[in-house]
Each structure stands twice: as C-alpha cells, then as structure tokens.
C-alpha cells in the first residue's frame, strides 16, 4: 500500500503544526486536545524543520524538570525529521520508523508538508492488507 491510499483513508488531510517559537507547554496543550502524540515544526506551514514529539517533552520533564515547559519548541524539537512522499509504500515506512525508532513521518511533496503518517496508521494498513489477502487466498483455495 502507497502512503497516498493512507492519507486518504484518514480523510482529513491537515496537519497540525506548531512554530519553532511556540512555547513547549503550549504544544502539551495542543497534544492533549488533539489526542495525538507528535506535532509537525514549521514556520509557514509548509517546510518542515522539525518534529516535537510527547516523548521529547516527558524526557526534558525528567531531566530538566519543568522549566523546560516555558522554553521554546525550538530548543526541545527533533531537527530535520526523517519524511516520506505520498509514493513511498507502507512497508518502507514501518522499516525507517522501526530502524529509527520514532513513530511519527512528515509527508512532503516538492518541499511542502502534505501529511503525516503514524505507526498506528501503516500498521491498521498493513493488517487490512493482510485481512485481504487472506480472504484472497481463501477464495483460490475453495475455489470461489
Ligand atoms: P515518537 O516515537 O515519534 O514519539 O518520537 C520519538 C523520538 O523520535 C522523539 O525524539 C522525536 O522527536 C523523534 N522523531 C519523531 N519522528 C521523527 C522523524 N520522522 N524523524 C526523526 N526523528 C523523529
């Protein structure tokens, strides 16, 4: 399955974004209310440069405590994140997610942010694609 056949079965295609500048206890906030685990850093909505995910934010907790949550998203933010295009396959993604150990990928279309794909998303593919091809296998087997 192509990243773009994700995105579209997850209809709404915008990405939440934060700015470099956005406070961290501000992103926590954004995170809580959308129910989701990363945010996308970009200045325009567009390019990105970076990637703050709630694991970040638990880390500096433990480490710097929270003073940390009135700094800048730019200071705590993964720099460059690893993206995918809508043409990459779901397979090739759960590769780099699981080689990187991150669950979260931009998805980028000549420089801009189109999408986001999360483990969870290429996983329910993946066994969707599973489920089909079982019920496939099935059909040939009883010969349907
Ligand atoms: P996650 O598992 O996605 O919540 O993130 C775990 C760590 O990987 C955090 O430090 C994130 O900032 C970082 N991270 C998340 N997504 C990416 C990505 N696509 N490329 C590189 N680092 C990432």
Excluded: W
């Amino acid at each position: 399955m192509l990243v773009q056949q994700i995105l579209k079965s997850k209809g709404d295609s915008a990405v939440i974004t934060i700015t470099p500048q956005t406070k961290v206890s501000e992103a926590a906030q954004i995170l809580a209310e959308r129910r989701i685990g990363g945010l996308v850093v970009s200045r325009d909505g567009e390019g990105v440069e970076g990637i703050l995910s709630e694991r970040d934010i638990v880390r500096s907790l433990a480490v710097r405590g929270v003073a940390c949550m009135t700094e800048t998203v730019s200071e705590m933010m993964t720099r460059n994140p690893v993206c995918c295009s809508r043409q990459d396959t779901s397979d090739a993604v759960l590769a780099r997610m699981t080689d990187g150990r991150f669950r979260h990928m931009p998805v980028v279309e000549a420089g801009k942010l189109v999408g986001i794909v999360t483990i969870g998303d290429v996983v329910k593919a993946r066994l969707e694609e599973l489920a089909m091809e079982k019920t496939a296998l099935e059909g040939m087997i009883m010969g349907y």
